[in-house]
Nanobody, 126 residues
Framework: QVQLVESGGGLVQPGGSLSLSCAAS????????MGWFRQAPGKEREFVAA????????YYADSVKGRFTISRDNGKNSLYLQMNSLLPEDTAVYSC???????????????????WGQGTQVTVSS
């Protein structure tokens, strides 16, 4: 049984930075697409960033491009999200996800992912 556990959320002022981590236990996620999604209250789950299954390509939502950086460490079976220049509209619950059958054209579609963490709250406020 694979478990994904996020950490690193919290409260930060606009313009600040946070780093999220997602640790996978139970099996290696090599060969899985891995990504970050977020959901704000009253809104639909939204794609943030992802790695392709091969790990060779990264994808970002336009709203975070240039501010957020996704990275992964296959040796540690972990995924990371470095968030800089945070804005109040970045406030949401951030979840990591993994999917073995995710194809490139659907990498932004949360329904393609079958493994999810419990989420971590990120609040950007002064």
């Amino acid at each position: 049984q694979v478990q994904l556990v996020e950490s690193g959320g919290g409260l930060v002022q606009p313009g600040g930075s946070l780093s999220l981590s997602c640790a996978a236990s139970g099996r290696t996620l090599s060969g899985y697409a891995m990504g970050w999604f977020r959901q704000a209250p009253g809104k639909e789950r939204e794609f943030v960033a992802a790695f392709s299954r091969t790990g060779g390509y990264t994808y970002y939502a336009d709203s975070v491009k240039g501010r957020f950086t996704i990275s992964r460490d296959n040796g540690k079976n972990s995924l990371y999200l470095q968030m800089n220049s945070l804005l109040p509209e970045d406030t949401a619950v951030y979840s990591c996800a993994a999917g073995r059958g995710v194809i490139t054209s659907s990498i932004r579609n949360y329904k393609q992912y079958d493994l999810w963490g419990q989420g971590t709250q990120v609040t950007v406020s002064s």
